[in-house]
């Protein structure tokens, strides 16, 4: 199987910067698409920005211009620079990762337990 490890959450004040990280381990063969989801208390878990394996870039529309999702596939991670932070990107932040199981071929799509990030007016 495969997991996740994500980091780089915490408390910032409006305006400032976070970087999380999402590293994948396991029997893996190869990553394809890498995403960060986000989620509020009530409410759904949402996009926040997708990288496939061509470099295919998505952001979600509340984060343009302020979120950059990259990956480095060398070391299976997925990176979410997160600049000019506001009171409401306050959510938990999840790491989604679709890979191809070694040995098998089977596709996996794998969760992070999620990181707390909270910005402070």
């Known amino acids: 199987q495969a997991r996740l490890e994500e980091s780089g959450g915490g408390l910032v004040q409006a305006g400032e910067s976070l970087r999380l990280s999402c590293t994948a381990s396991g029997n893996i063969f190869s990553i394809d698409n890498m995403a960060w989801f986000r989620q509020v208390p009530g409410k759904a878990r949402d996009l926040v920005a997708s990288i496939a394996s061509d470099g295919t870039v998505v952001h979600g529309d509340s984060v343009k211009g302020r979120f950059t999702i990259t990956r480095d596939d060398a070391k299976r991670t997925v990176y979410l620079q997160m600049n000019s932070l506001k009171p409401e990107d306050t959510a938990v932040y999840y790491c989604?990762?679709?890979?191809?199981?070694?040995?098998?071929?089977?596709?996996?799509?794998?969760w992070g337990q999620g990181t707390m990030v909270t910005v402070s007016s």
């Open positions: 989604k990762v679709e890979a191809v199981q070694r040995g098998t071929y089977r596709l996996l799509v794998v």
